[in-house]
C-alpha cells in the first residue's frame, strides 16, 4: 500500500471535499482519500499496481480542481 499527498487548487468547501474524495475513493485501487480544506491536499492511500499517479490526477481535474505536480 502507497500513500501520496496531493496538492489541489480551488478546494474551499464541503461540495468540494466531497467531490474530490468521491472522485478518487471511485478509482479501482485507492483505499481511501481524506481532503484537508485549510491545507489543499488530499492524502491518498492506494495500490500503484491497480491506479497510478496519472489517473488519480484526471479524477480530480475531471471534478474541476488543478492537481500540482
Do not use: P
Amino acid at each position: 500500500m502507497m500513500e501520496k499527498t496531493l496538492n489541489v487548487q480551488g478546494m474551499s468547501c464541503g461540495h468540494c471535499k466531497t467531490a474530490v474524495e468521491g472522485a478518487l475513493n471511485n478509482l479501482e485501487g485507492v483505499t481511501s482519500a481524506d481532503v484537508n480544506l485549510d491545507a489543499g491536499t488530499v492524502d491518498v492511500a492506494y495500490d500503484d499496481a491497480k491506479v497510478s499517479f496519472e489517473a488519480m490526477k484526471e479524477a480530480v481535474e475531471d471534478q474541476g480542481y488543478d492537481v500540482e505536480a
